[in-house]
């Protein structure tokens, strides 16, 4: 054999020994949510390449408040564990456009609005919503606007913590006025303050329809007066079997978190948190979860 056919067969050995190794390993992908507001960690609970994949996203939805004269549509968030859509934003917009399990939320978009696309360059996300999100649902107001609008940036943001703004649009144009109602959103958008666009009261835990057991915790946000946060809880048949109140964190217009622990019996009940108006003592500002005590 000769030289030069000793070294082409040897480097024929060597490219099959590197054909035929293990290939690189592969993470799973996650995304963090911003710690200041109480969201936690999108996760994964599979490879990138897994088509089972599952992440948990975050998704807003409109509620009204009871409020007149104030925040009368504000925005409540539930977190999701989804099949991921390819990324942590697209995933939570479309699951934001998806009912929630809350019956007393409701998306604020009109009836078929789908997510076309969403294009990022640098920090700066566009979303393009279908050509139904153009048409106003029933009885919209300049304040559901302002709640869609924002519905969409506190999603993406909230999905993606490092985007600093977001641009609508719908049917692949800008959008100077929602639905002609006020709610400016032709430019890029960051999040309004929380005293002008959430729930002034959250409940986040328990969730709705969790199976819990005695003592149970209530916790949440809230943006109130003086701090103070009021709570009930109600059985079966409506009775008040608990209530009481909580000092936030932090008052109005500051937004705190708040906590109270309750001694239930077995069933179902229902979990209210509440701010009372400086005004005339009004209950308002009401977040429900119904739950079931299993012990």
Do not use: N
Not at 270 to 282: K, L, P
Request: aromatic share 4%.
């Amino acid at each position: 054999m000769t030289r030069s056919t000793s070294a082409v067969l040897a480097l024929c050995g060597a490219l099959l020994l590197g054909a035929c190794g293990a290939p690189p390993a592969t993470t799973d992908p996650a995304a963090t949510t911003p710690r200041g507001t109480g969201e936690p960690s999108a996760t994964s609970s599979g490879t990138a390449s897994s088509p089972a994949e599952t992440i948990t996203v975050p998704a807003y939805y409109a509620g009204r408040t009871g409020m007149e004269g104030g925040l009368e549509v504000a925005l409540y968030r539930e977190f999701h564990d989804v099949p991921s859509a390819g990324d942590p934003v697209t995933t939570a917009l479309r699951e934001a456009l998806q009912p929630p399990r809350d019956p007393d939320y409701s998306v604020p978009w009109p009836e078929g609005t789908q997510v076309l696309g969403v294009e990022r360059v640098q920090d700066l996300v566009t979303v393009d919503l279908s050509a139904e999100a153009a048409t106003a649902p029933p009885g919209a107001d300049e304040d559901l606007a302002q709640a869609a609008v924002q519905q969409v940036v506190h999603t993406v943001t909230a999905a993606d913590p490092s985007v600093a703004g977001v641009q609508l649009l719908i049917d692949g144009s800008r959008v100077p006025d929602l639905w002609g109602l006020g709610a400016h959103a032709g430019e890029a958008l960051a999040r309004a303050q929380a005293s002008e666009v959430l729930g002034p009261v959250w409940v986040l835990e328990p969730v709705q329809g969790a199976e819990v057991t005695s003592p149970v915790t209530l916790s949440g946000e809230a943006t109130v007066f003086e701090a103070t946060v009021g709570w009930d809880v109600t059985d079966a048949s409506g009775a008040v079997v608990a209530e009481g109140f909580a000092t936030a964190t932090e008052g109005a217009p500051g937004r705190g978190t708040w906590s109270a622990q309750v001694d239930l019996e077995p069933g179902e009940h229902v979990v209210r948190a509440f701010s009372v108006s400086a005004r005339d003592g009004s209950v308002v500002a009401v977040d429900s979860k119904a739950v079931t005590v299993t012990g």
